[in-house]
């Protein structure tokens, strides 16, 4: 039982120096949303756990619309919730996003799409 146990601290403890190792990176993002002129441009990408990430625009406070940070939070393979943050500071729920499996690097959901390059 403690091998079983220190084995599940060192686990845990690899887990977390992976994710708090995790440094943003540049890349090229294209977001499109209905009603909103699709944003292309640089972003920066910051992975999370379990390949969930979040995106801040480069060079301006917001991307097309008035969203200032994109979350995408994976909960199961191919699938992920996605939200966005204002900059009033607003938490808005875009929905249930899958990932592209003609583009890998995208996530679509009903009325978005979220490309990561």
């Known amino acids: 039982m403690k091998l079983l146990l220190v084995a599940a601290a060192a686990v845990a403890a690899l887990a977390f120096a992976a994710t708090a190792s995790a440094k943003p990176r540049s890349a090229r ?3 499109g949303s209905s009603g909103a002129a699709p944003f292309r441009g640089p972003c920066r990408f910051l992975p999370d756990k379990g390949g969930s990430f979040s995106l801040d625009p480069i060079g301006r406070k917001t991307f097309s619309s008035e969203i200032s940070t994109l979350s ?5 393979p191919g699938v992920a919730e996605v939200s966005g943050l204002t900059a ?3 938490n808005s729920r875009w929905g249930e996003a899958r990932r592209s499996r003609k583009d890998p690097a995208c996530w679509e959901g009903a009325d978005f799409r979220i490309c990561v390059y």
């Open 29 to 31: 993002c294209v977001i």
């Open 72 to 76: 995408v939070f994976v909960t199961g």
């Open 88 to 90: 009033a500071g607003i």
